[in-house]
């Protein structure tokens, strides 16, 4: 048995309705510039995925902690050797291990792109192959 919803909504629209009984609303017509166009979808994506990549990076963690982009460590011999992870702490990172991790981030959601293209009507078998074989090693890179 489901619940009668007819007054629920007779009573949102009842109190939606009051800012515009006391409000009068302006009289205009927004248009769009002439200038502006609707941007590709390829310019989309890539935008999204330039905002994901930072974004997984870690990019607004580094701004506020400013780590160095990688460490050092010094070996038994005394010679430094960079380090790519940061020992000791499970909250830092060095910004080139958020960079390497956003990376893989990135290559397994491109795998799952390509594997989607590859399902298109007109692909040849020969790139359909290399597309199944790219997207497969994109997950197993990534999962690795």
Request: net charge positive; aromatic share 14%; proline share 8%.
């Amino acid at each position: 048995h489901t619940p009668d919803v007819t007054p629920l909504l007779a009573m949102a629209s009842a109190l939606y309705s009051i800012p515009f009984q006391v409000l009068d609303l302006p009289r205009f017509k927004l248009r769009r510039p002439s200038w502006f166009k609707q941007p590709s979808s390829m310019f989309v994506f890539g935008v999204v995925m330039l905002s994901y990549f930072l974004v997984t990076g870690g990019i607004i963690y580094d701004v506020i902690v400013e780590p160095p982009s990688v460490g050092s460590t010094t070996d038994e011999r005394g010679h430094h050797k960079p380090q790519a992870f940061m020992p000791y702490r499970i909250n830092g990172q060095y910004i080139m291990e958020g960079l390497a991790s956003s990376f893989l981030f990135c290559l397994g959601g491109l795998g799952f792109v390509v594997l989607d293209r590859s399902n298109l009507p007109h692909t040849p078998k020969l790139n359909r192959i290399l597309q199944f074989c790219f997207a497969f090693a994109a997950k197993i890179g990534r999962a690795v």
